[in-house]
């Protein structure tokens, strides 16, 4: 089945324990993305990668780190979460995000983490 | 500035009655345009695009969205709304940028129905 799998979906953690949230999509997907939703301001992009090794920022980078070592896996790593990182995270692909594409996207179920 | 709205935070509407949500862009160009659903408890699911051509644009589940290029607004229909219908729904626009799509979101709406 095709799909973008997450890990762990619930987190409590507390202030400055470093954490990763693992995905992986197994559809040979291109482009990766995660995201944070947050009541009232919809899904607000953290980091993205185009492929393998290629990442870049996203509109709210700030906190987190990312890597892109194989096409089907594209971790997020909080060094030092704190509180206001309390989020629900989507993970997400596509084939290709190239302008000429209109390559909808895929998503994973959700982490729902909270920093004590 | 980029800006997708979707102005009602909530729509109730009873078990087979129409439905609209409503979902209105400010981005330049001829951007593509989403619509998604998030059930309780899971990710989004893509339900329909519009790229180009004609402006009613069917997808998933019996939705539907009609594209208005003079009102840059992209509203999501279903003639008879189900109870399975209610859930939380997204719409997107895509921002060109440096030669690659960039999604932008709505807050979203929920929608409950009733029976």
Known sequence: ?116 | AQSVAQPEDQVNVAEGNPLTVKCTYSVSGNPYLFWYVQYPNRGLQFLLKYITGDNLVKGSYGFEAEFNKSQTSFHLKKPSALVSDSALYFCAVTMFSGGYNKLIFGAGTRLAVHP
Not at chain 1, 66 to 93: D, G, H, M, W
Request: glycine share 6%; proline share 6%.
């Open chain 1, 1 to 116: 089945e095709a799909q973008v799998t997450q890990n762990p979906r619930y987190l409590i953690t507390v202030t400055g324990k470093k954490l990763t949230v693992t995905c992986s999509q197994n559809m040979n997907h291109e482009y990766m993305s995660w995201y944070r939703q947050d009541p009232g301001l919809g899904l607000r992009q953290i980091y993205y990668s185009m492929n393998v090794e290629v990442t870049d920022k996203g509109d709210v980078p700030e906190g987190y780190k990312v890597s892109r070592k194989e096409k089907r896996n594209f971790p997020l790593i909080l060094e030092s979460p704190s509180p206001n990182q309390t989020s629900l995270y989507f993970c997400a692909s596509s084939l290709s995000i190239w302008t000429r594409d209109a390559n909808e996207q895929f998503f994973g179920p959700g982490t729902r983490l909270t920093v004590l």
